[in-house]
């Protein structure tokens, strides 16, 4: 069976891909940067293709040739600069709907979310929550034989999202963070996710129906963080429950953050959604997909925590802020070196090694306002990689310089080289 799933190198779609290729379909995989997708998996089919974009039919009926099932696990926690949560959860993918209408691709399934329709929660008023209900509310009006999953929290041996960062709270020192709510949330191991998606790929399996996707649990968030740090294989350490308008501020900090392009699950959508009810009828899915889905310590236990997960987790909060603070840092430094008393120092030093009394200043000008520029855009996460290059290449020129022409200044109080 030839399987076309968008969304193919995300968390859901890439585990849904690697599961369906095991037992013996043919993938073809969509997504926007496919030169990732095929180093990842050289064995799909790669197809390019942008949700914000590809809002008409007529995008997708090219893509869609002698395709027989068409899965689609695309999504955003929240729109920016970058993403637009309506084109992606409606727009786009109704436009991918009606094409398969067009050309005959009669089932298909939605990775939807649970809380994602009217009247089910504060989750539909949200952004993320309105846009995936008009997505399945675009499915569910065709003549398709069309399965709308909606699972709560999805965890596995990997994480994304929301699962990263409530696992990110385990690896924190001295104490354990967790939402001072006692909502109830009733996670699904991705591997259950994937076996039930299997599943509906059956001739005779249910279609045209919409089902809430849970594990056999019902648990708060820090169970759920609890859990994890056992699997980790941590030390017990307190609870620290983080009062309600604490968690609003540092959410509000990821919006921020997120609409200037970083992928922080850090977000007030996040927030809303777990400060509400998310469980669904376990007998529902239980009698639609045939299985019962493992526990947690059941689907953990059987894929042990190893050092890089351990290492996950106690990095997950270290690394924005390690990156933060080196932006800052540099767009600091710039600024400094703009300030009249800073400015006149670092103009003699050029001038001590061989600038003329004509470049001095304009170099020292463009210096400073290069820092803050590499600052800046590292700050924003703009080709991450390529920023900090420039930056240890700035760096090492600097000091080669600074070295060959004054190397004194090893010495020199404070030991600013040295430093």
Known sequence: ?????????????????????????????????????????????????????DTSVE????????????????GILQGSHRDNADAVHRAAPEALFKACEKNGIRRVIQISALGAGPGEGTDAATEYGASKAAGDAALAGLDLDWVILRPSLVYGRGTYGGTALLRGLTGVPFVTPVPANDQLIQPIHMNDLACAVAGFLKPDAPSRIILDTVGPEEMTAADFVTTQRRWLGFRNQPLLRIPQFVSSVAFRLGDIAGWFGSRTAMRSTFLSMMD????GSLANFVEATGFAPKTMDEALGAKPAQVQDRWHARLYFLRPIARTLLAL???????????????????????????????????????????????????????????????????????????????????????????
């Open 1 to 53: 069976m030839r399987i076309f799933i968008t969304g193919a190198y995300g968390f859901l779609g890439s585990h849904i891909a690697a599961h369906l290729y095991a037992q013996g379909h043919e993938i073809a995989a969509a997504g926007r940067d496919v030169s990732y997708g095929r180093r990842r998996f050289p064995y799909f089919e790669w197809i390019s293709c942008d949700f914000n974009r």
């Open 59 to 74: 995008d997708w009926l090219q893509r869609l040739a002698g395709v027989d099932v068409v899965i689609n696990c695309v």
């Open 276 to 279: 509400r009810p998310n469980t």
């Open 329 to 419: 840092f540099w767009i600091v430094s710039g600024l400094v070196l703009l300030d009249p008393v800073s400015f006149s120092y670092a103009a003699g030093i050029l001038l001590q090694i061989g600038f003329s009394p004509n470049l001095a200043a304009p170099a020292t000008i463009a210096a400073g306002f290069m820092d803050v520029a590499l600052g800046f855009l590292l700050l924003i996460r703009w080709k991450v990689p390529w920023m900090i290059g420039a930056q240890i290449a700035v760096s090492t020129f600097y000091l080669a310089v600074l070295t060959f022409s004054l190397p004194g200044l090893w010495l020199g109080a404070l030991g600013p080289l040295l430093k």
